[in-house]
């Protein structure tokens, strides 16, 4: 494959939307039956301006795909024992499919121990420690983080090969990094994680037929951390001179990679439909418990 002239966008938009009117359809036919709906809670705390952008667009699609949706908002010094206290409630209500907390939490709040306060079966951010679990052991009934999830779902869309390739993740988070090795590893891929730790970064990344930035370091990943026709995944977003960047400097990256990510437009289109398909999901399974 040769460079820029063969050079592909991964264009989430797309492959989003075509995820996004197979789950309406579904939805269709549930209206139609005058079955329960599922239904999705967003918990936001604190003003954070990104995590309120996020929580719009979660809200707006759930409601543009005929699903039901709630935001509950409250201010960054709620305590953990209200916030606790609110998680639980959620668990406990039967119209509620779909528990996810908005992150990054105020500094006070202990995060991990809301996540485990999430009941499993309505995680539908797949970050209980139960699921991580399911999804290390490579268990079928895990809920998927949903960017990791989204981003095999694009690689999918594209028949870009996983099996057999070196797969280099950037970054060792639980909400991205860790889950998407794990979910490279079961297409077959070859892993290697690098973090803030790794010696001459650049000297790995060159390895990769894929390689995937979750860091938040914008334009960190330039043309000389790319292999001539990788694949390049493109997951953070940063705000930089008043623009959304990502952690690839796309201008020069382009020319280098087979496959690539924009920022915006690639991963977080994506990351929002499964967000709606995890939910549909934990829906129809709490039908059959």
Sequence with gaps: ?????????????????????????????????????????????????????YVGKKAKMAQKIGMLSELLTFPADLSQGELLAVIHRLNTDASVHGILVQLPLPKHLDTLAVITAVDPKKDVDGLHPLNLGLLLTG????????????VITLLKAYDVPLAGKHAVVLGRSNIVGKPMGLLLLQENATVSYCHSKTPDLAAFTRQADILVAAVGVPKLVTAEFVKPGATVVDVGINRLDGKL???????????????????????????????????????????RA
């Design 245 to 287: 960047v990502g952690d690839v400097d796309f201008e020069s990256v382009v020319e280098q990679a087979g496959y690539i990510t924009p920022v915006p437009g690639g991963v977080g289109p994506m990351t929002i439909a499964t967000l709606m398909a995890n939910t549909l999901a934990l829906y129809k399974r709490s039908l």
């Design 139 to 150: 268990d079928p009934l895990a809920c998927k983080p949903c960017t990791p999830a989204g």
């Design 1 to 53: 494959m040769t460079q820029s002239t063969t050079s592909q966008i991964l264009d989430g938009k797309q492959v989003s939307q075509q995820v996004v009117e197979g789950l309406s359809q579904e939805l269709q036919a549930i209206h139609a039956s005058g079955a329960v709906i599922p239904k999705l809670v967003v918990v936001l705390v604190g003003d954070d301006p990104a995590s309120q952008v």
